[in-house]
């Protein structure tokens, strides 16, 4: 597509229910990313995928999160039994891989707002 | 590792004067950097980009900034600030090692008439 797609925009739950998040990337990046704005902190970097493999997931920040990615393109980032913590603003972005990311930079989503109520 | 760091949490201009975002960075080999744009409820917007080829670097809207390994800064500029740039301004770095962007804080521009 001509953009990062995010679905669904807001999201709002109760806690302890789990929830999924979706990414749909620019159509043959190969790199993604998912990232969190909470409301009054920066963004925090929650897991990469180089096409569907995870080489870095030190972001996630309990094992409540998980994130999969699959035929090199839509992800989804999930999260199980909800907490209030939980809401924020969760960012999805693509890019080139390798030498072209730092030429092409990364084009993020609109996001997924989500509140836990 | 990469890291940025942005100066200011908050920079106030009128409408029409000079914007200066402060931006400095710690790597230790030439790093790769981005200016990001937030407006209120919309996503991350791509100003400019820190390629090597320049080291000053002109973006959309009349932003640009310049490298400067002496000071390891990559301060964001604009001649004469409009209405329209109050957001948040993010100052990013590319973490080679793992791939992955390291954000700065953040800067609230705020833009008086």
């Known amino acids: 597509g001509a953009g990062v797609s995010q679905s669904p925009s807001n999201k709002v739950t109760e806690k302890g229910k789990d929830v999924e998040l979706r990414c749909d990337p620019i159509s043959g990046h190969t790199a993604l990313y998912w990232y969190r704005q909470s409301l009054g902190q920066g963004l925090e970097f929650l897991i990469y995928f180089q096409g569907n493999s995870a080489p870095d997931k030190s972001g996630l920040p309990s094992d409540r999160f998980s994130a999969e990615r699959t035929g090199g393109s839509v992800s989804t980032l999930t999260i199980q039994r909800t907490q209030q913590e939980d809401s924020a603003v969760y960012l999805c972005?693509?890019?080139?891989?390798?030498?072209?990311?730092?030429?092409?930079?990364?084009?993020f989503g609109s996001g997924t707002r989500l509140t836990v109520v | 590792a990469q890291s940025v760091t942005q100066l200011d949490s908050h920079v106030s201009v009128s409408e029409g004067t000079p914007v200066l975002l402060r931006c400095n960075y710690s790597s230790s080999y030439s790093p790769s950097l981005f200016w990001y744009v937030q407006h209120p409820n919309k996503g991350l917007q791509l100003l400019l980009k820190?390629?090597?080829?320049?080291?000053l670097v002109k973006g959309i809207n009349g932003f640009e900034a310049e490298f400067k390994k002496s000071e390891t800064s990559f301060h964001l500029t604009k001649p004469s600030a409009h209405m329209s740039d109050a957001a948040e301004y993010f100052c990013v770095g590319l973490n080679t090692g793992f791939q992955k962007l390291v954000f700065g804080t953040g800067t609230r521009l705020l833009v008086s008439p």
């Open positions: 820190y390629t090597s080829a320049a080291t």
């Open positions: 972005a693509s890019s080139l891989q390798g030498a072209e990311r730092s030429v092409y930079g990364y084009t």
